[in-house]
């Protein structure tokens, strides 16, 4: 059997803050990048233990969330942008992690929340529903019959993930206090949890089940200011809405995701 590993940055025990730890600029970035790249590798050892024979790890942190030369030694990792803009999914893996997952964009005690910008996107919204990155990330899975069967973040990360499938496995490294301030687990507490939930959902591999997007879909994305919109509008298939806001709208899921992707 082989996994598929979507890695990020802000849902690590330890990272708590965006201008000290997530952004390249920040004082402890590299720190940051290497407390995630231990809990990958933790997911990576209790998947292996579990009989997974091959793991792909994707980095994705906008600017990069891996330490390669740190990376458990017996996967392979895509990073660097831009990405294939199924992120490899097409290639066909029996399940999938979302490592160091964080809450959508005004998530209440959700530690570091947004929704793929930390500076720019207010709110996501698919046919009315807010939505996030991890449940983007659950229905691009699904769209290939890949289950996500592990989510590790903070509380409000993994209640989110469960929104979408109450099956998932769920690995709780942090408990959000404020969008920049946390209660964390030990990185060697984390680490430990990380492996012990990623062993368990390979064998329970079998009850988690894809979670597939049905008919038509509507995205819709508000910026914080009318700039982004502005640069987004002349795209194809892009619709302005209102001056902050723009739309996406396609037949299934995979047509919004590669209008919004390749946007």
Known sequence: MKIY????????AGVVDFESQTYPSGKYFEIAKGLATEEVNSACEGAFE?????????DGHG?????????????????GR????????????????????????GTENGNLNHSYSSRDIVRMTINGKEIGEIGMEIFL???????VVLIS????????????????????????ITRTSAISVSPLKARKIIKQSAHKSIKRINEIKPIKFKGECNLTIEFISSANAFV???????????PRTIGIRGDSFIDVWNKFYLG
């Open 141 to 147: 899975a699904g769209y290939f019959d890949i289950p």
């Open 232 to 242: 987004w509008q002349n795209k194809a298939g892009i619709e302005k809405v209102s």
């Open 50 to 58: 579990a009989g997974i024979e091959e793991i792909f790890v994707v």
């Open 5 to 12: 590993i979507m890695t990020d940055l802000e849902g690590t």
């Open 63 to 79: 600017s990069g969330g891996i330490i390669p030369e740190k990376i458990h030694p017996d996967v392979k990792l895509v990073h």
């Open 82 to 105: 831009p990405l294939p803009k199924a992120f490899n999914l097409e290639q066909g893996w029996d399940a999938a992690f979302l490592i160091g997952h964080h809450a959508m964009n």
């Open 153 to 176: 973040g903070d509380e409000a990360g993994c209640k989110e993930a469960e929104m979408y499938n109450k099956s998932i496995e769920k690995a709780v490294v942090k408990w959000g």
